[in-house]
């Protein structure tokens, strides 16, 4: 009995000691985490509203690189924000940071994390700025995205011989551009365009001066030119009495929306070919699609400008998707008003890429060769539309060989 008492206490004894050689081995481990001095995270010389002030006050080009703009139009945008109590800001973000920390975004298609770094903000703080501004976006499209209410022709197509007077009538001209979206895998399938990749099919209408006066956000890449712009009539978007858009060979040809003719040459280029052999239109309806060709480009003008100046609509973004869609209706907004305020477009031209190339995101281009879609329409719509494409083209063939 008493030899297995022993046993006992020694079993206890080596216990406490292994015990003790644990807690002193421990011990520093504790003691210096629970003591030694933490690293900060923002380590900048400049705060956020330090860097932006910087940006504002120097070069003009640094804003336009890190703004897309120049320093005037956007303390125009600030104040504008803060004039209509849209945006308000706080000790320590201030309506200016918070506009540097949305258009910096925009224009590097910047994460979280990245924006940590460059205006010294903790995740929450940058998360519930840009949502801040994404919330406004509706408003801000309803405000600067509007359609035409002169009826007055344009004088681009009043001073040009080639348009006038048979496009007087015309008040702009749509399109749809597919925008590269991510989406989780099981809800994809939609948004996967003819060229296998995931994008938005955004429809959007333009004048003769490059401004967007419409645009319909969200439908997926799967889905056709005509069939967004259908949906965009049924939710609203009319066309003055009277007047037409143009599109191009994916949307059906209505007297609202006037297509080229099919089948015939249509694209710029084929038109500079036959030029450079010295031959002519070989009927009206080769004339028609040439003129028709020609104002139609600006929208396609319009689109390379506003990707061009914000290079996040060619890659995808981790934003969530509600997000994306109105980040890039922000493009749009921002556009605009860039345009009102007369802010330079040349300069695109020559800067380097923000974002590699290589990261760009291969999407269709246009609907031309993918119309089944197209005529969906109701006949009469349809016979109106090819009556007046014929009037206007046979009024150009006679003016043209007078």
């Known amino acids: 009995m008493d030899s297995r008492m022993d046993r006992i206490r020694k079993f206890m004894l080596q216990e406490e000691e292994d015990d003790d050689e644990l807690f002193l081995v421990l011990l520093p481990a504790l003691y210096s985490s629970l003591y030694e001095e933490k690293c900060p995270v923002h380590t900048s010389s400049l705060s956020g509203a330090q860097l932006v002030k910087e940006i504002l006050e120097g070069h003009e080009s640094w804003s336009k690189v890190e703004f897309r703009m120049e320093p005037e139009i956007f303390r125009a945008v600030s104040d504008y924000l803060k004039r209509e109590r849209l945006l308000e800001g706080t000790t320590r973000v201030d309506v200016d940071e918070q506009l540097g920390m949305f258009m910096y975004m925009i224009s590097h298609n910047a994460t979280n994390q990245d924006l940590q770094k460059k205006f010294q903000h903790s995740a929450e703080t940058v998360h519930r700025k840009l949502n801040e501004i994404i919330n406004l976006i509706p408003l801000l499209v309803q405000r600067f995205v509007k359609v035409p209410t002169s009826l007055q022709p344009h004088p681009k197509i009043m001073s040009n011989p080639r348009f ?239």
């Not at 925008?179 to 333009?206: D, F, H, W």
């Not at 109701?378 to 009024?395: C, K, S, T, V, W």
């Open 164 to 402: 006038w007077p048979y496009f007087q009538n015309c008040i702009g001209a749509i399109d749809g551009t597919h925008i590269p979206i991510t989406i989780a895998e099981e809800i994809a399938a939609p948004y996967r365009n003819r060229k296998g990749t995931l994008s938005q099919n955004m429809m959007v209408a333009c004048d003769f001066d490059l401004n967007f006066t419409f645009i319909s956000c969200g439908w997926e890449g799967s889905a056709s030119d005509a069939g967004v712009l259908r949906s965009a009539i049924s939710k609203g978007f009319e066309v003055p009495a009277g007047k037409f858009y143009l599109v191009d060979g994916g949307y059906g040809n209505t007297s609202s929306f006037l297509a080229p003719y099919p089948g015939v040459r249509y694209h710029l280029g084929e038109f500079r070919r036959r030029r450079r052999n010295h031959t002519g239109y070989a009927n009206k309806e080769e004339l028609f699609n040439h003129r028709h060709a020609l104002l139609r480009n600006y929208i396609e003008r319009a689109i390379g400008v506003l990707k061009k100046r914000f290079p996040l609509l060619k890659v995808g973004n981790h934003y969530p998707i509600e997000s994306q869609i109105r980040i890039h209706a922000a493009c749009i907004v921002f556009h605009n008003i860039i345009r009102c305020q007369n802010g330079d477009e040349d300069w695109l031209d020559h800067q380097p890429p923000l974002i590699p190339p290589e990261r760009y995101v291969d999407v269709p281009e246009g609907d031309d060769a993918h119309h089944q879609d197209a005529h969906h329409q109701h006949q009469a719509d349809l016979n109106n539309g090819n009556n007046l494409r014929d009037q206007i083209a046979l009024q150009m063939w006679a003016d043209y060989n007078n």
